[in-house]
């Protein structure tokens, strides 16, 4: 099993480009999470979705949207990315939205310049 | 407001020596679970402690937790080299609207030298 992947590893923008990153896991988990990770921050959720069909805002999901295509996989994009969300983001999986144990992606690195 | 807050930030020792990080938060939590990242790498589960669980182990790792006191602790016993990484914490809320949500820390870098 690959676990969670992500797509693409790293990624550079200018501002106001838009873009998607892909998040797919074949762990038959229900539940999918996208985060940043900012220095000395540690991680932020932007957006959850604790079932398919199902997706809720987190702590920071102004600027992104997501879409819960199927069971698998979980994507978020930016429609117009801006500098502040140069970061680290990453995607987790758990089984249920029971705070099970979450599962990550190797994450994307993105520069918006 | 970060959930969880770890101390120390950074933590630097000899291998072979005991490694202690801990973790406080602010609000009542179902669970809190300790995470590991390795430099420019994806987040790994260590260990989950129930809120009803004062103590757990896993090979080198045992967790405290006190609820009273809202804090719980980690800590590697004989550490290694390839300890080396940051440690975080993450809780729960006990609320009913908040399933499924995870709160981090901001993270102990845990460097072990040879």
């Known amino acids: 099993n690959a676990g969670v992947t992500q797509t693409p590893k790293f990624q550079v923008l200018k501002t106001g480009q838009s873009m998607t990153l892909q998040c797919a896991q074949d762990m038959n988990h229900n539940s999918m999470y996208w985060y940043r990770q900012d220095p000395g921050m540690g991680l932020r959720l932007i957006y959850y979705s604790a079932s398919e069909g199902t997706t809720d805002k987190g702590e920071v999901p102004n600027g992104y949207n997501v879409s819960r295509l199927n069971k698998r996989e979980f994507s978020l994009r930016l429609e117009s990315a801006a500098p502040s969300q140069t970061s680290v983001y990453f995607c987790a999986s758990s089984i249920i939205a029971d705070t099970d144990t979450q599962y990550f992606g190797p994450g994307t690195r993105l520069t918006v310049l | 407001s970060q959930q969880g807050e770890e101390d120390p930030q950074a933590l630097s020792i000899q291998e072979g020596e005991n490694a202690t990080m801990n973790c406080s938060y602010k609000t009542s939590i179902n669970n809190l679970q300790w995470y590991r990242q390795n430099s420019g790498r994806g987040l790994v589960h260590l260990i989950l402690?129930?809120?009803?669980?004062r103590e757990k182990h896993s090979g080198r790792l045992r967790v405290t937790l006190d609820t009273s006191k809202k804090s719980s602790s980690l800590l590697i016993t004989a550490s290694r080299a390839a300890d080396t990484a940051s440690y975080f914490c993450?809780?729960?809320?006990?609320?009913?609207?908040?399933?499924?949500?995870?709160?981090f820390g901001r993270g102990t870098q845990l460097t072990v030298w040879p």
């Open positions: 402690i129930r809120s009803n669980e």
């Open positions: 993450a809780t729960d809320l006990d609320r009913g609207s908040t399933l499924g949500r995870l709160y």
